[in-house]
């Protein structure tokens, strides 16, 4: 057992130490005081018996019997042993410590039970009184050099440096010198900010394993921490000769022109760390993600980029790795990439919803239908209950006019998005322009309302109730509160104003409706047909015959086509 200094003092001793006790208890289960002959029976009967039902794991029975052996012997140590360990088995630790203090007061020369009470008193903290034990141990056992090294950290954690550096030198003329001696005689140097001292041990190390890259590492941390930097190089330097792929050595250099300023070379460094597939995968995505509040600068982006670039280079079989490549692609705007990145991290590891979900939304934000069917569809078999993954591909499924799959999708959407108005209302607006194509208008207006409920100014949502009530020629006045509210909510949508325009037509505001149409069709970069067809309409009740058919026929040299406005133009009046 080694007592280690820097973490909790002798976890685990009284078990490390059962082979070198010398007196095992179980060999006395009477003490050596005068018992009558019956007295001294029956305590060797008790106790083995006791012995047994603890074998069984009957504590209590056990227990009973052990206190029983000391009704009649009240100085038998090995029953006080045994109901500490019982104690101490259920937590009891304060009932423990008094039957292991009592026990060693009978019996001064039993280390099973000294190293016991140590355990005891290391988990309480009380370490002047693990002092006492460590000196008791030595004194059973002066050529042990566990019991001075353990007594040493334990003086380390009081903060008397120099009683444990002696300790640790008798240690050493005791076993010889170690790793571990040396490691816990160099924290006490630093302890005592004797950078100088705490260096010449690691020269020890090194001196005996020169190719031990982790000594020269700790040396330049020494240096670093201590703002000797130029140290620190130097004997990074060294290793990286011994050992040039090393990626701790090369983030231990980044990290220290870091802070020197040096951001060109640290860049180096960090990119040479990268490349070392050896370096734990987690730490390069901590250092990228670190990048991330950067990404805005130019050279911090370009630099990440790069980085993630090495990163799935060094580690190519790791879907994490082209997950955060692929966002810093899409950072870059480099769209056709990033997605490629993400479509490799989900053949790496098909759980990655998150990463799926950003590569559909990337497909849905480009149009690309038929991809998000693909996609969303393979995503939703292992993730059925995603609510924005049924939104997409609902959306989807209602631009390739499949309305009855749209209808499903949204309708799942709808019971996983209660929580999400924002979600809730594109949903709801989603079902309403299906139902509106499958002729179900009593749904399609019960689900615009819904959309509306949760969010009263969706734009969207009231323009598409308010030209679908205008094309059935229902609520005319409510179409026109809604539409008039959309073009305040969202001015200059050549959308939105055609619609207000042809709810204004079909109220016979031929007037207010043309201003509105011309609106429209100056905002329109697309050159709409039917936002000319409908200006035509306009302009043939406003008594301008002329200007009507050549609106209409401009339409159709636009695309427009349908028997209707072939009829208005051939007959040079409107027709519905």
């Not at 008798?170 to 001292?197: C, F, T």
């Not at 130029?230 to 090393?246: G, M």
């Not at 280079?313 to 490629?340: I, M």
């Amino acid at each position: 057992m080694k007592f280690a200094a820097s973490l909790i003092l002798l976890a685990g001793l009284n078990t490390v130490c059962v082979g070198q006790a010398k007196k095992p208890p179980g060999n006395k289960a009477v003490a050596a005081q005068s018992l009558s002959a019956a007295d001294s029976g029956m305590v060797k009967q008790l106790f083995f018996s006791a012995l047994r039902e603890k074998t069984l794991d009957n504590k209590k029975a056990a227990a009973e019997l052990f206190n029983r052996v000391l009704q009649i012997d009240a100085k038998n140590d090995a029953s006080l042993y045994e109901l500490a360990n019982i104690e101490q088995a259920q937590n009891n630790l304060a009932e423990s410590r008094q039957y292991l203090e009592r026990a060693v007061a009978i019996d001064r020369d039993n280390e099973w039970y000294w190293n016991a009470l140590a355990s005891l008193y290391e988990k309480s903290n009380d370490l002047p009184k693990l002092n006492a034990v460590f000196d008791e141990l030595i004194r059973l056992n002066p050529d042990k050099s566990d019991y001075y090294y353990d007594k040493a950290n334990a003086l380390y954690l009081q903060k008397r440096y120099n009683e444990a550096l002696k300790l640790y030198d008798k240690v050493e003329a005791l076993a010889g010198p170690s790793e571990e001696l040396l490691l816990s005689k160099q924290k006490v140097y630093l302890r005592q900010n004797d950078v100088k001292k705490a260096a010449s041990l690691l020269d020890a190390l090194i001196e005996q394993n020169p190719t031990q890259t982790r000594y020269y590492l700790a040396k330049a941390e020494i240096f670093s921490t201590n703002k000797q930097y130029d140290s620190a190089i130097a004997i990074l330097r060294k290793a990286i000769a011994i050992d040039p792929s090393n990626g701790l050595l090369h983030l231990a250099l980044a990290d220290i022109f870091r802070e020197q300023n040096k951001p060109a070379a640290s860049y180096d460094e960090l990119e040479a760390a990268f490349a070392d597939s050896n370096l734990d995968i987690d730490q390069k995505l901590r250092i990228l993600l670190g990048y991330l509040p950067r990404l805005k600068e130019p050279d911090a982006r370009a630099s990440a980029l790069q980085l993630s670039k090495v990163l799935v280079q060094a580690h190519p079989d790791n879907s994490r790795a082209y997950a955060l490549y692929g966002d810093l692609l899409l950072q870059s705007n480099q769209v056709k990439e990033a997605k490629e990145a993400y479509k490799k991290s989900i053949s790496l590891d098909k759980q990655a919803y998150g990463v799926q979900e950003q590569l559909v939304r990337i497909e849905f934000s480009e149009n690309n239908m038929d991809a998000v069917i693909y996609d969303g569809e393979k995503a939703l078999e292992l993730f059925p209950n995603q609510a924005w993954m049924n939104y997409m591909v609902g959306v989807a499924w209602l631009e390739k006019k499949n309305y009855v799959k749209s209808i499903s999708y949204l309708k799942n959407t709808v019971m996983l998005a209660a929580d999400d108005k924002n979600l809730l209302t594109q949903s709801y607006s989603g079902l309403g322009d299906a139902y509106h194509a499958t002729g179900d208008r009593k749904s399609s207006d019960d689900a615009y309302e819904k959309a509306l409920e949760a969010d009263p100014d969706n734009a969207y949502t009231l323009n598409n109730y308010a030209y679908y009530l205008s094309l059935r020629n229902e609520q005319l006045e409510k179409a026109a509160q809604m539409s008039k509210h959309s073009n305040s909510l969202a001015p200059e949508n050549a959308s939105f104003e055609d619609t207000y325009a042809w709810i204004l037509f079909k109220q016979k505001k031929y007037a207010e409706a043309k201003l509105w149409a011309e609106k429209s069709l100056q905002h329109d970069k697309s050159a709409s047909a039917t936002k000319t067809e409908h200006y035509g309409d306009i302009l043939y009740f406003l008594g301008d015959v002329t200007g009507a058919v050549q609106n209409w026929q401009k339409a159709k040299a636009l695309g427009a086509s349908s028997p209707v406005l072939e009829r208005k133009i051939n007959e040079k009046k409107y027709s519905e």
